[in-house]
């Protein structure tokens, strides 16, 4: 149902968005290097998962997408938020729209990303190419193909996350301010990323593609075209000051009257929202006048005016700080073999740290890095030798290609398909031994470690046997393949386990809470495990992992 896949999805895939705000920050340079579209996407999605929880558990769609355009308004920042939440209002209303709230078509998908083409572009007065605009009808534009295929639902979202980085990775060639300082377009960055966030939460994992270019690619094009450079380009930007408040419209008020006079005051003017409540966004020298016009018919309230001049040097002052730090941050003498491994949690990150690991990346079934990503982590570790653990399938390829593409360091990957493989592995490593020797042991070691996998499934589906499953069941997942449907983690964990003993006895058991299990449900779980088997030597751990409340492996 769709209205379960947004509750779902969507926090999921605004907690993303939050952890990459600095790295989105990064790129702003457009329309003033301001430095805070990351922050300000964040804050706006944010808003919207807080109005969506509070709503009852049976809450209907349109009330979903009424939370969705509410809370997207009132928590709107800077113009990256304010567009942000114009596209989410409109892909909502089409949501709605859809003829099969349980299982939405192509036709049904395609139909809400031209509303929210719609809605979007008519907030903008004067929409510039290369932004996040052209992104989003870009990605409409593919929905509008795909349509005409017989491509099911679940790969047509992943074929729009694909278009979506593609779409970035074409940013500067539209926008010459990008291609002079090296970056893609913050805002529609930040977009692809929690589109893919989303689509990736909606689909369960992220499939490779068979007829697209898969996901890994896309960003990897993008990333080949980032660079983060010092941008202290203030001079020659005409306006100082960024205005947003809320306005509560007391009488009669004209949206494209408004619009008209605060062009004349400044530029990125933006009015969104319906009568009574407005979002107004506008860059002016002039704040005293734009709060003075728009009393003429209402309140103002939550004023946030931000000095952009004073935020581009304090930007520009923080990347030289970043950069001189990694300059003189001491290497340390180089090693004769080091280790690079993926993880989602930062449970997981403190295991793999401990066992020997050098540096992790973050990143898993919702996230996954790109191929630079593991580059530039493979080349921190200086060492002659180095050994990734990608810890999921969908990862192993992007490890390879930065195997391949590594020219300071001999690189191999461990194909890891669960961060417990990883654990497992780096067990089996012998510091003194060879690159070869060490991958041959860490590949047997891994051989043995069966996996489970407790998640709650997002859109109806059936079992490997059969069993139908329903959105917001919970699910037991063994090697890729739904064995065990149940109501409750705790039940479905127990079954799986069995089951999985039942086919091949183990002696030992690791598991890992997430980061939406409590400790008392996790300890009442493992006390449960414990008087199931009496003979399996249970290790539990905190992973912290995202969708996941409980993994774990058999050995």
Same mark, same amino acid.
Request: aromatic share 6%; with cysteine; glycine share 8%.
């Given at each position: 149902?769709?209205s379960?896949?947004?509750r779902?999805?969507?926090?999921?895939?605004?907690?993303?968005?939050?952890?990459?705000?600095?790295?989105?920050n990064?790129?702003?340079?457009?329309?003033?290097?301001?430095?805070?579209?990351?922050?300000?996407?964040?804050?706006?999605?944010?808003?919207?998962?807080?109005?969506?929880?509070?709503?009852?558990?049976d809450?209907?769609?349109?009330?979903?997408?009424?939370?969705?355009?509410?809370?997207s308004?009132?928590?709107?920042?800077?113009?990256?938020?304010?567009?942000?939440s114009?596209?989410?209002?409109?892909?909502a209303?089409?949501?709605?729209?859809?003829?099969?709230?349980?299982?939405?078509?192509p036709?049904?998908?395609?139909?809400?990303?031209?509303?929210?083409?719609?809605?979007?572009? /008519? %907030?903008?007065?004067?929409?510039?190419?290369? @932004?996040?605009?052209?992104?989003?009808? $870009? #990605? =409409? +534009? !593919?929905?509008?193909?795909?349509?005409?295929?017989?491509?099911?639902?679940?790969?047509?979202?992943?074929?729009?996350?694909?278009?979506?980085?593609?779409?970035?990775?074409?940013?500067?060639?539209?926008?010459?301010?990008?291609?002079?300082?090296?970056?893609?377009?913050?805002?529609?960055?930040?977009?692809?990323?929690?589109?893919?966030?989303?689509?990736?939460?909606?689909?369960? /994992? %992220?499939?490779?593609?068979?007829?697209?270019? @898969?996901?890994?690619?896309?960003?990897? $094009? #993008? =990333? +080949? !075209?980032?660079?983060?450079?010092?941008?202290?380009?203030?001079?020659?930007?005409?306006?100082?000051?960024?205005?947003?408040?809320?306005?509560?419209a007391e009488?009669?008020?004209?949206?494209d009257?408004?619009?008209?006079?605060?062009?004349?005051?400044?530029?990125?003017?933006?009015?969104v929202?319906?009568?009574?409540?407005?979002?107004?966004?506008?860059h002016?020298?002039?704040?005293?006048?734009?709060?003075?016009?728009?009393?003429?018919?209402?309140?103002?309230?939550?004023?946030?005016?931000?000095?952009?001049?004073?935020?581009?040097?304090?930007?520009?002052?923080?990347?030289?700080?970043?950069?001189?730090?990694?300059?003189?941050?001491p290497?340390?003498?180089?090693k004769?073999?080091?280790?690079?491994?993926?993880?989602?949690?930062?449970?997981?990150?403190?295991?793999?740290?401990?066992?020997?690991?050098?540096?992790?990346?973050?990143?898993?079934q919702?996230?996954?890095?790109?191929?630079?990503?593991?580059?530039?982590?493979?080349?921190?570790?200086?060492?002659?030798?180095?050994?990734?653990?990608?810890?999921?399938?969908?990862?192993?390829?992007?490890?390879?290609?930065?195997?391949?593409?590594?020219?300071?360091?001999?690189?191999?990957?461990?194909?890891?398909?669960?961060?417990?493989?990883?654990?497992?592995?780096?067990?089996?490593?012998?510091?003194?031994?060879t690159?070869?020797?060490?991958?041959?042991?860490?590949?047997?070691?891994?051989?043995?470690?069966?996996?489970?996998?407790?998640?709650?499934?997002?859109?109806?589906?059936?079992?490997a046997?059969?069993?139908?499953?329903?959105?917001?069941?919970?699910?037991?997942?063994?090697?890729?393949?739904?064995?065990?449907v149940?109501?409750?983690?705790?039940?479905?964990?127990?079954?799986?386990?069995?089951?999985?003993?039942?086919?091949?006895?183990?002696?030992?058991?690791?598991?890992?809470?997430?980061?939406?299990?409590?400790?008392?449900?996790?300890?009442?779980?493992?006390?449960?495990?414990?008087?199931?088997?009496?003979?399996?030597?249970?290790?539990?751990?905190?992973?912290?992992?995202?969708?996941?409340?409980?993994?774990?492996?058999?050995?």
């Open positions: 149902m769709i379960t896949v947004i779902t999805c969507f926090p999921a895939a605004a907690k993303v968005v939050a952890d990459r705000a600095e790295e989105i990064k790129l702003n340079v457009f329309p003033v290097p301001d430095g805070d579209t990351g922050t300000n996407m964040s804050l706006t999605l944010n808003t919207v998962v807080k109005e969506v929880q509070a709503l009852p558990a809450a209907s769609i349109d009330d979903i997408a009424k939370a969705i355009t509410h809370g308004l009132m928590g709107a920042r800077g113009n990256s938020g304010v567009i942000t114009q596209i989410l209002r409109g892909i209303e089409g949501l709605c729209d859809a003829k099969n709230q349980e299982h939405p078509t036709g049904d998908i395609a139909h809400a990303w031209r509303r929210g083409v719609k809605v979007a572009f /008519k %907030a903008v007065r004067k929409p510039v190419e290369g @932004t996040i605009l052209t992104v989003l009808r $870009d #990605v =409409s +534009a !593919k929905a509008d193909q795909l349509e005409k295929t017989k491509i099911s639902a679940s790969e047509m979202l992943d074929a729009l996350v694909v278009e979506a980085y593609e779409s970035v990775a074409r940013t500067p060639e539209l926008l010459p301010v990008l291609k002079e300082n090296g970056v893609v377009d913050s805002g529609a960055f930040g977009f692809a990323t929690f589109l893919e966030a989303f689509v990736n939460a909606a689909n369960g /994992k %992220a499939g490779e593609l068979t007829e697209f270019k @898969t996901t890994v690619d896309a960003k990897a $094009d #993008v =990333s +080949a !075209k980032v660079q983060i450079e010092l941008n202290d380009d203030w001079e020659g930007s005409e306006f100082r000051y960024c205005n947003e408040f809320l306005f509560k009488k009669p008020f004209d949206v009257e408004g619009l008209a006079y605060l062009a004349t005051l400044g530029d990125c003017e933006l009015i929202g319906a009568y009574p409540d407005f979002k107004v966004h506008v002016s020298n002039e704040p005293n006048r734009v709060l003075a016009y728009m009393l003429q018919f209402g309140q103002v309230y939550e004023v946030f005016i931000h000095n952009m001049d004073m935020e581009s040097h304090d930007r520009t002052a923080k990347i030289a700080a970043d950069q001189a730090e990694a300059a003189e941050e290497a340390g003498p180089r004769a073999l080091g280790f690079v491994a993926v993880a989602a949690g930062s449970g997981e990150e403190e295991i793999l740290r401990s066992l020997g690991v050098d540096v992790v990346v973050s990143g898993g919702t996230m996954n890095p790109t191929t630079a990503d593991i580059l530039e982590a493979v080349e921190r570790v200086n060492a002659d030798s180095v050994i990734v653990l990608p810890g999921n399938g969908n990862i192993r390829m992007a490890a390879e290609a930065a195997a391949s593409a590594c020219e300071g360091a001999r690189v191999a990957v461990v194909p890891t398909k669960t961060v417990l493989q990883g654990f497992s592995a780096m067990f089996a490593v012998d510091p003194e031994g690159l070869e020797d060490n991958v041959e042991a860490m590949t047997e070691a891994i051989a043995d470690v069966r996996g489970g996998e407790v998640t709650t499934a997002v859109r109806d589906s059936q079992a046997d059969g069993t139908p499953i329903h959105a917001g069941d919970v699910m037991g997942i063994q090697d890729d393949s739904i064995d065990v149940g109501s409750s983690v705790e039940q479905v964990t127990l079954d799986l386990i069995a089951k999985m003993q039942e086919e091949e006895e183990g002696d030992s058991l690791t598991i890992l809470a997430g980061q939406d299990m409590d400790d008392a449900s996790f300890e009442a779980l493992v006390a449960a495990i414990e008087d199931a088997n009496p003979d399996l030597e249970v290790d539990p751990h905190r992973g912290e992992q995202p969708l996941y409340p409980v993994i774990f492996s058999i050995e």
